[in-house]
């Protein structure tokens, strides 16, 4: 099952990917839902970000290779001895094919991160290593863009990885994922840039699930991103297109600008 | 102007506080609203966090006399050299005269931090120091509630401030407040445990509202919590009363329990 959300006359509606089509939905995959009999072309809707998530959660430093590259690159011992998240900002959700914008006083020292997220479904505390993955609606891409100069410089990851639309998120969300088999890549202006198996993370999503619901309700609709693996490449100019495809959840794409000057 | 957010025959409703009435309101202060001829005595009603924040920014470490003590606690310098933020969870919210919760296998080093805090009234981008102001709603009182061993081993604030209950908001949003001449003060079971002047902050709400804003798109009911100052004393055991009082903006009382083991 595919879901997303869509403008529909103007207002957000979650519809189910069919093939090439979309049939709206009343409701939401939140809760009670009912399909309508009203179809639309894929081709022809504008996606909006797949869910409103309450928290984002962000699991840092999750794949061995990105661990080496971001322990060098940052200078000191990126590694996490144990599973812990942070948070990304609502406020930099952006939906596929919409602009990354760099803001105007960057220094333009901007890579992608290209992420497996799941979405959870319903809300749930104290899950088990049997039950975790019962709570989880299904798997979308993000794109955790980080303004690398920032991110050396600040203290938190505030505007480095928050900035509006430093979160690309979608293109929808996949219910069914072979999350072991599965494989990521990212294109830049068509040419792969990274490629790695989606599933080789240092903690799995199951213990992710169970160590931060110990102490924290997850909600329906959170997102909960679950890592990059690699280097990542240095520099996005405006007017690249970059692409992040995982096996079975489609493609994540958007392009560059740059913030104008007022 | 004093908006609160409480239980309506079980759904939430906002509504005015006038005197001991609660007028309840259709709609919300964050859009069009009306006034209704509804009024409830206020002691009767059961008051809710005051509004429901897409984002909780947290400016730390944003007096003197905190950075100083955080610095010689934590064993590293924990000043800012500029307004940065971190981020709260929604999870963690938790409404006036309800009970923070100590996690089972919390160490029990719990600390209070009492913050002003502003709440977001509109959408704001590149705010200058001149309308800066214009986009707050008001003011209401934040606990950031630190279990201080978590925050000295974990990498990130996840559960150190973040586990449920751990971010008492309110009791309401009060429209207007004179920063400068406000105290804030904090009583456990009763007797003052800390008191200082609320507006002696080192970057004030205007200077994070125009720094953040360049790069973050702030949302209505967004929280900026603006810190805490002075030591915070270790422990808040089960049983405990804490209450905050800042001048104008009333008291917001929580007590302390221990989670229960299964």
């Keep these: 099952m595919i879901w997303c959300r869509f403008e529909a006359e103007g207002k957000p509606a979650y519809g189910l990917v069919e093939g090439e089509a979309v049939r709206e939905v009343e409701g939401s995959p939140f809760d009670a839902y009912t399909a309508t009999d009203r179809t639309r072309s894929l081709a022809s809707v504008r996606l909006l970000v797949p869910c409103e998530p309450p928290t984002i959660y962000a699991c840092g430093v999750n794949y061995e290779a990105h661990a080496r590259w971001a322990s060098e690159y940052f200078g000191r011992d990126m590694t996490r001895s144990k599973p812990e998240v942070n948070y990304r900002g609502v406020n930099a959700l952006l939906a596929h094919d919409q602009a990354i914008v760099i803001p105007r006083d960057s220094t333009g020292d901007i890579h992608y991160e290209a992420e497996l997220a799941a979405i959870i479904g319903r809300q749930a505390k104290h899950l088990t290593k049997e039950d975790a993955l019962s709570c989880v609606l299904g798997y979308t891409i993000l794109n955790d863009v980080s303004e690398r100069a920032w ?21 929808w969300i996949v219910t069914d994922l072979d999350v072991a088999n599965a494989e990521t890549e990212v294109r830049i202006n068509g040419s792969v840039a990274s490629h790695f198996a989606t ?10 699930l169970v160590e931060t619901s110990r102490y924290l309700t997850l909600l329906p609709g959170d997102v909960m991103s679950l890592g990059t693996d690699g280097a990542t490449v240095p520099g996005l100019p405006e007017g690249d297109v970059i692409e992040i495809e995982i096996t079975g959840l ?9 913030e104008k000057l007022n």
Tied chains: 1, 2.
């Design 151 to 171: 991110q050396r410089q600040d203290k938190t990851i505030w505007r480095s990885k928050n900035s509006d639309t430093f979160n690309p998120l979608g293109p």
């Design 199 to 208: 599933g080789k993370m240092i903690y799995d999503l199951t213990t992710y």
């Design 250 to 258: 489609g493609t994540l794409r958007n392009h560059v600008t740059r």
